[in-house]
């Protein structure tokens, strides 16, 4: 049949079981627009209208997060491109599967600077997958199911696709090319862990006294938590994960030590430096979970499961090194373990240590009379919606959700290699996309929120039922910390309180239900009545405002060398009470500043 490049694109997406798009249009990419309105007329595709084109990025990730799938989105030539790149960068560093499709000026145009024209082929390189520009039709579904398979298999990422307008335009015989039919010569991503290398990791796993398992994000990708769980209860060994490897094992299980790293558990930070085996599943030992790297696990042998060579050595040498997909590998090596003569558990000093550990230096939840701690915000929202999609943005809210949520698999959904402020909102609009009948949280900050809160628009055309938690401490909350810690209190530029919007009226200018809470005696009420409302709802929630995220590894140090521990937590009960010299407010000696007016104390 013919068919012009905009339909052989559409028809190609539909082909690879895209349902909804993220996009904002434009002039060169109007011609695929032209499509999309006959695709939903047709009822083949649901393309959702963001308000600015990173929302549109930052949605088709969470999409892809919390499905697995491939995420889409679309954006116009020249600003409409650029504006992307942040959440294009965003799945690239976490290893997210998206096709992003940018339109282009007409070929004859390109180069000559033409309006809109800029080289998003080249500012991209860095960081996708893969990229393409369509010089033809006729190659349009091929590139378009090659797009698809690159970025969904080895590990995946993000793929560039873009389309000159005049391709969109142009006719040529369509022959379409279903998925998983193209071939690409080279590209061979190592699924089976070499098996002699899985038999010398099962024999450092049975003579090892200390072991830990230490997961990331790429057991998330292949949905390996099913052979964790049985690794971890065969032998007995403790699992903690990074931030993108939570859910990945049940974090109510005796075994799990939670997070590790710059804000994790003290007693996984404790237990990495004093391990004898490490086995590294899906992670890549970067620097926010390694602290000092020449002392992360400095006493351990090294087991280094990943699906990416590049990854496997990078940054610590491992003495079993095995190229391959988790879950398969894993499932081998769990085969080996059957066939063999039987298990004999050699961790229980260990165990014993950990728990010591634990009971030691356990979390805090600060409950201080009559105001609100960050942490039993988060708490409370876990308790009320324990099987909740939860997205995150980036900073203090961050690290305590971390903390204090106890997540499923593809639950947690945050920005972590880039660390992106803003992705928590937007994100949250794709997770509840796909997923419309499951609850979806985004805890943000006052700071972080205020990054993309356009899209509150999009929440309200669609009746995007996210719920949105700000935990508002009238700050940048972690760049303070950093500037109190490492700055001497010289608080530059890190103040948000001059020109703080109200979140309410903000909310419902929008047409989103807006909520204030102050009081902790109203906050069990308040979440109920969040989580019930059929709609989205903006909560305002004011915290403390200058409470501390704890444990911490400061720069330069071991996992160790922790600050903060949890008797720090225990002078909030000691504390006297004084008034704000200021405005007369009553607080706490221990807080360094007015929860009311910001003044300092």
């Known amino acids: 049949m013919r ?13 690879h079981g895209v349902k909804h798009i993220f996009g904002y249009p434009g002039g060169a ?9 006959r695709a939903e007329e047709r009822g083949e595709i649901k393309h959702i209208l963001v308000r600015h084109e990173q929302g549109a990025s930052h949605a088709a990730d969470g999409y892809a997060r919390a499905t697995g799938q491939v995420g889409v989105c679309f954006a116009t030539s020249g600003p409409g491109a650029t504006n992307l790149v942040t959440g294009i960068a965003t799945a690239h560093m976490d290893s997210i599967p ?14 000559t600077d033409a309006f809109q024209e800029t080289d998003i082929f080249g500012i991209t390189l860095p960081i996708v997958k893969h990229s393409y520009v369509v010089r033809q039709p006729e190659d349009m579904a091929r590139i378009i199911a090659e797009a698809f398979f690159i970025a969904s298999t080895g590990r995946p990422g993000p793929v560039l696709v873009d389309i000159p307008k005049d391709v969109g335009l142009q006719e040529c015989t369509y022959e379409p090319v279903e998925p998983g039919s193209v071939k690409l010569p080279g590209y061979r991503p190592t699924v089976r862990g070499n098996s002699r290398q899985i038999a010398q990791a099962l024999k450092l796993i049975q003579e090892s006294e200390r072991p830990l398992l230490y997961v990331g994000g790429g057991a998330i990708t292949d949905a390996a938590h099913d052979e964790i769980l049985a690794l971890a209860e065969t032998f007995q060994i403790p699992v903690t994960t990074t931030l993108m490897g939570k859910g990945a094992f049940p974090e109510n299980h005796d075994l799990s030590l939670g997070m590790l790293g710059m804000h994790g558990t003290a007693y996984a930070n404790f237990a990495v430096s004093e391990c004898d085996l490490l086995i590294a599943v899906g992670a890549r030992f970067d620097d926010r979970v390694t602290g000092k790297l020449d002392e992360f696990a400095s006493r351990a042998k090294v087991i280094h499961i990943d699906i990416d060579p590049a990854e496997v050595g990078k940054n610590r040498t491992p003495e079993v090194p095995i190229v391959g997909s988790v879950k398969p590998t894993l499932q081998n090596l769990l085969t080996l373990i059957q066939r063999g003569p039987g298990v004999a558990i050699t961790t229980q000093a260990w165990i014993h240590q950990i728990s010591a550990w634990k009971q030691d230096y356990p979390l ?38 971390a903390q204090f949520l106890r997540n499923a698999p593809r639950r947690w959904i945050s920005s972590a290699g880039l660390g992106t402020m803003g992705y928590g909102m937007p994100a949250a609009m794709g997770v509840k996309v796909a997923l419309p009948d499951q609850q979806v949280i985004c805890v943000s900050g006052d700071a972080s929120f205020q990054m993309n809160l356009q899209e509150l628009a999009t929440l ?44 309410v009226k903000l909310a419902e200018a929008f047409g989103v239900k807006g909520m204030i809470l102050r009081d902790r005696h109203d ?4 979440v109920a009545e969040m989580l019930a409302y059929d709609g989205p709802v903006l909560m305002d929630a004011h915290v403390i405002r200058d409470e501390n995220c704890y444990p911490m590894v400061a720069p ?23 008034y704000c010299s200021h405005c007369g407010a009553k607080t706490v000696s221990t807080h360094r500043f007015c929860p009311e007016c910001g003044s300092k104390l």
């Open 556 to 578: 330069g140090k071991s996992n160790a060398q922790m600050i903060g521990l949890p008797e720090r937590h225990t002078l909030e009960k000691a504390a006297e009470l004084i």
């Open 3 to 15: 068919a012009t490049g905009a339909y052989i694109l559409i028809n190609s997406l539909c082909r």
């Open 460 to 503: 309200a055309q669609y009746g995007i039922a996210v719920k949105t938690v700000i935990i508002n401490n009238f700050w940048q909350g972690m760049v303070r910390q950093w500037q109190q810690a490492f700055y001497q209190e010289r608080y530059s530029h890190s103040s948000m309180a001059p020109g703080m919007p109200d979140f």
């Open 29 to 37: 990419i109007l011609p695929i627009y032209d499509e999309v309105y």
């Open 523 to 526: 906050l069990k009420e308040a």
């Open 364 to 401: 805090v939840v600060p409950q201080p009379e009559g105001q609100l701690s960050p942490q039993e915000v988060i708490y409370e929202l876990g308790l009320q919606a324990p099987d909740a999609y939860f997205t995150t943005d980036v900073g203090q809210h961050q690290m305590w959700a």
């Open 98 to 111: 998206m096709v992003v499709i940018t339109g282009q000026v007409g070929r004859a145009a390109i180069g």
